[in-house]
């Protein structure tokens, strides 16, 4: 089949898939239309906003559908009419199966992981989280469990030490991009073969997995070892961003705290206790050495370097970071 036969329906809504998405249209693929989240306010003034992957769509002059509910028999009756022979899936809803196996040539999703590790919805912060030196991208055929479906390829990214979920991210999305259009290519040309996840799981392996991240589970333990803390610190940034409480026993403030480096030295300070010159540092605690603090942001105000900080906050070193049991 000739490229300009094969239509495809594209499906996404965040930056993560724009890229993909900007591929496809530049190797000339026959996208005939693109599935992506309704409008919703955002904002404090609550503007209608369009989703990233419309706004690329629109650009392109592409048909855009913009499903209520995945389920409903209008949604697939508009798929139909496209007569698609693939869908393509990046960072989209979870499809039911009567969407994802209407295409003759079924329907496949890029996961920002080697799966069959990091299965779940942030796999870029977890990798990090657990101080991974190595992570990739997937491409696999949907199935009824979520992210279990046969891998068709991959690709390994490596993870810098000082990566955060916002540079993965970015280095994740191009390399997922380039994926997806090599493999719709495979497909196009039935050049490619499918491998089972579970033949890639050996026995009695524990698989990572990969789970939403929620704001109550983002406060930074200070009385981990300064590594854990900082993979922690820098898993979570910008977003949804490690925190901490710091008080004078007169008042709590909430400190999201974005990037740091970690240096490793014995001393005798508790966990959580902070040090500064109040003019250029912040140093806090933890069990083997010292977390120094470069990007921040106090509850209320904006996301600042940390001599930017200090100038609105000159006895820092009188706080110290609360745990959960004080």
Known sequence: MDKKDFRIIFMGTPDFAVESLRK???KNFNVVAVVTNPDKPAGRGQKIKESAVKKMAKKNN????QPESLKSEQFKEKLESYKPHLQIVVAFKILPPKIFTLPEYGTFNLHASLLPKYRGAAPINHAILNGEKETGVTTFLLDKKVDTGKI???KKVPVDEKDDAGTLHDKLMHKGAELVVETAEAILNNKYKLTNQKDLINKNEVIKKAPK???EN?????????KEVYNFIRGLSPYPAAWTIISDKIKDIQIKIFKGRFEKKTHNYYPGMILSDNQSYIKIAVMDGFLNIDELQAEGKKRMKADE???GFREIEKFWCKSDNN
Request: aromatic fraction near 16%; proline fraction near 4%; include cysteine.
């Open 62 to 65: 592409l048909p855009v559908i």
């Open 152 to 154: 068709i390829d991959q």
């Open 309 to 311: 900080f200090l100038r």
């Open 213 to 215: 991240i929620y704001k």
């Open 218 to 226: 983002c406060r930074i333990n200070w009385y981990k070892k300064g």
């Open 24 to 26: 496809l249209i530049e």
